[in-house]
């Protein structure tokens, strides 16, 4: 589920006119709110390397106004997911980098939460505040969340910059939350998968950002 207004994943998927799509996340969430009958699998793309998508568009970003007045506000992702979660093993909500209604409505469906830490200090610093989110959503709203771990991205490991963000977020956090050992470099091919509307692992499965991944999953599943 692609929950972020820019629509990245959508594109990155390959559905580059995503302002086009007759039905997005933006559609399916203003049905929710209005209890209006529609097809529940009528926005699910699916993807030639055996994913399904519900995709989004900019649309999306008109949603925080009308949640403002919803009823239930926090709970439109958690309705609307309750009516197809049962087709899916797994079911990954790609959230928007800023603490908005769209995020608390992600983190109120989830049963729990990895967080992408790029290995700069700002984004870095930014986890104070998004685990205090995460903290009242567990205690106010959603209190079986999880977090599952701390994944570090776009992490170049020759440079001291990046060590220190992974030391220090070792440090900080390393006591209360399960930083993954596994670190997804930054790489050219990686940001080239988007242009090409394919995964990584059907770009370029034996690069070194495919095998982060592959080796990243295993630890996710180790822990399910």
């Known amino acids: 589920m692609d929950a972020d207004p820019q629509a990245d994943l959508t594109t990155a998927l390959g559905w580059t006119d995503n302002d086009a799509l007759p039905i997005t996340l933006a559609d399916i969430m203003e049905n929710t709110i209005n209890e209006e009958n529609f097809d529940h699998r009528g926005a699910i793309l699916h993807h030639a390397e055996g994913v399904d998508l519900i995709p989004s568009s900019i649309e999306l970003s008109g949603m925080e106004m009308t949640l403002v007045n919803a009823m239930s506000r926090e709970f439109v992702l958690k309705s609307y997911l309750g009516k197809i979660k049962d087709d899916y093993d797994f079911i990954l909500i790609d959230c928007p980098p800023s603490l908005s209604m769209l995020t608390i409505n992600a983190l109120a469906a989830a049963d729990s939460v990895i967080v992408p830490v790029q290995a700069q200090h700002l984004p870095a610093k930014g ?98």
Request: aromatic share 6%; glycine share 6%; no cysteine.
């Open 127 to 224: 986890m104070t505040q998004l685990m205090r989110t995460i903290g009242k959503v567990r205690k106010q709203i959603n209190p079986t969340l999880q977090v599952d771990g701390v994944l570090l991205t776009l992490a170049d490991m020759r440079t001291n910059l990046a060590r220190a963000t992974a030391d220090a977020l070792r440090q900080q956090y390393g006591d209360m939350l399960k930083i993954y050992k596994t670190q997804i470099p930054i790489a050219v091919r990686a940001a080239e998968t988007s242009a090409a509307g394919q995964s990584i692992f059907a770009y370029d499965k034996g690069g070194k950002v495919a095998q982060a991944y592959a080796a990243f999953t295993e630890e996710v599943l180790a822990d399910a």
